[in-house]
């Protein structure tokens, strides 16, 4: 989002319109961490291990 946001501002210049949202990501990533803060069997670990490594690349690249 920074790269893009740079670009659109070394073309168009301070007064282009340069907003690029990432709300909808943010507001997508946040759910899924309270879906997955109310798993009852903790104890299986290698279900949460798989959606957080999932979820960490995910928002690395959303980044």
Known sequence: MAILKA????KEGRHGDCEYG???YMLLFGVVQILM??????????LVSFVAAI?????SSIG
């Open 7 to 10: 670009s659109c501002y070394h």
């Open 22 to 24: 990432g709300n909808t």
């Open 37 to 46: 803060s109310h798993i009852l069997d903790f104890h299986s670990m290698v």
């Open 55 to 59: 979820m960490s690349f995910c928002y």
